[in-house]
């Protein structure tokens, strides 16, 4: 099996990040908090609990070269945390929400991070030494709902943003004083500050998230429909597909290298997309182990199923807590998995990563022996 480690931190996990030289996870125990585990001796330890917000914490990115972990919740605000000897201190980020920020991450050279809100709009924050805070400049008026993803291109200008509007844009993020003039993609005509390159109108429901390749040439995101798409020569003219599978809904993705994605979600079990020499991507297969439960029906359809232990239940009197699930039997997790962060990385390769989700569990995933899948590393 891919799953290497299997680590039970809490009942419930909203989102994770890893420390740069992966010693440390920081990661929300469904609360307002952010615990901070460090391995000691083979055996995982709470070292610091990061207590600043009123409410759920939604998001956290651990920037890998300045050591600074950032923090969002739904009470709209957000921190960056800076540690200075064995604390860690938080420093103000001027957001001017009115609704809850929901993701967050930091850009490739890590002068600046995104935040989105359920208020419609992306904050693109920056550091402001004279006052000692990080402000923000606003990108309003594109969304039509709650912003559930963003993800920086390489070239840290250009950010990609799903939304429950079924949209996913890319705008331009250039800060005048704080980017610098030869990294503008382009010529002088470049686009500014919060101008939309491209919207991508390929979903029919809520889009999730969203992620580039490492080159930067292809962009992916999925859909609630139990979709994933993929965009290449994104701009004017982008060349997009789509994937449909039968199973449950995804909710995050990560590209392990420029010809194989990651899915993550509701299945609790992550799911490999690969490209062909063609440039066609499709489902490869499931990561973990997916057995049938004997005690369910080896055929027949889902909805017949679904009526069998509806019917048994009430003839029974059974609460849905006391039915074993028939969907996925000995798998690394036990319900929806919703966040993936990427572990080890060779070159362009990314070979170790690891999942989160609803159960309180943190995986870490090997492809290093997975034979079927090094054609696409």
């Known amino acids: 099996m891919a799953a290497v480690a299997v680590h039970q931190f809490a009942q419930c996990i909203t989102c994770h990040a890893w420390s740069p030289d992966q010693s440390m996870v920081a990661f929300c125990p469904n609360s307002?908090?952010?615990?901070?585990?460090?391995?000691?001796?083979?055996?995982?330890?709470?070292?610091?609990?990061?207590?600043?917000?009123?409410?759920?914490?939604?998001?956290?990115?651990?920037?890998?070269?300045?050591?600074?972990?950032?923090?969002?919740?739904?009470?709209?605000?957000?921190?960056?945390?800076?540690q200075e000897g064995p604390e860690w201190v938080p420093?103000?980020?001027?957001?001017?929400?009115?609704?809850?920020?929901?993701?967050?991450?930091?850009?490739?050279?890590?002068?600046?991070?995104?935040?989105?809100?359920?208020?419609?709009?992306?904050?693109?924050?920056?550091?402001?030494?004279?006052?000692?805070w990080w402000v923000s400049k606003v990108i309003r008026k594109k969304h039509n709902s709650s912003v559930t993803g963003v993800a920086w291109h390489p070239n840290n200008i250009l950010l990609a943003t799903t939304s429950t509007d079924g949209k996913c844009r890319v705008?331009?993020?250039?800060?005048?004083?704080?980017?610098?003039?030869?990294?503008?993609t382009g010529s002088s005509s470049d686009p500014k500050f919060g101008e939309q390159i491209v919207q991508l109108d390929l979903s029919s429901s809520w889009a999730f998230g969203v992620k580039w390749s490492p080159s930067g040439n292809t962009l992916a995101y999925v859909g609630h429909n139990s979709m994933i798409y993929f965009v290449d020569d994104v701009g004017p003219s982008p060349l997009a597909q789509n994937v449909a599978f039968r199973y449950l809904p995804l909710r995050d993705v990560l590209f392990v290298s420029e010809k194989m994605v990651i899915g993550v979600g509701y299945?609790?079990?992550?799911?490999?997309?690969?490209?062909?020499?063609?440039?066609?991507?499709?489902?490869?297969?499931?990561?973990?182990?997916?057995?049938?439960?004997?005690?369910?029906?080896?055929?027949?359809?889902?909805?017949?199923?679904?009526?069998?232990?509806?019917?048994?239940?009430?003839?029974?009197?059974?609460?849905?807590?006391?039915?074993?699930?028939?969907?996925?039997?000995?798998?690394?997790?036990?319900n929806c998995i919703n966040c993936i962060e990427l572990l080890k990385q060779q070159g362009s390769k990314t070979k170790r990563f690891s999942t989160s989700g609803m159960d309180g569990k943190v995986v870490i995933w090997d492809l290093e022996n997975q034979q079927d899948l090094r054609e696409y590393l």
């Open 32 to 82: 307002n908090e952010v615990h901070i585990y460090k391995l000691m001796q083979d055996k995982w330890e709470k070292v610091h609990v990061l207590q600043k917000h009123d409410q759920l914490v939604s998001g956290i990115d651990w920037s890998g070269t300045s050591n600074r972990i950032v923090s969002v919740s739904h009470d709209r605000n957000s921190y960056v945390w800076n």
């Open 91 to 132: 420093t103000l980020v001027i957001l001017r929400l009115n609704r809850a920020a929901l993701c967050v991450q930091w850009s490739p050279k890590e002068n600046k991070f995104a935040v989105g809100s359920g208020a419609k709009n992306v904050c693109i924050c920056y550091y402001e030494g004279e006052n000692n």
């Open 267 to 334: 299945d609790c079990n992550p799911m490999v997309f690969a490209v062909d020499k063609s440039g066609l991507w499709s489902f490869i297969r499931f990561l973990g182990e997916r057995k049938e439960s004997s005690s369910g029906p080896k055929s027949g359809s889902q909805f017949s199923e679904a009526f069998g232990k509806f019917y048994g239940q009430s003839r029974q009197g059974l609460s849905s807590d006391t039915v074993e699930p028939s969907k996925i039997q000995g798998a690394a997790h036990d």
């Open 171 to 184: 705008f331009s993020t250039f800060i005048k004083g704080v980017d610098a003039r030869e990294s503008k």
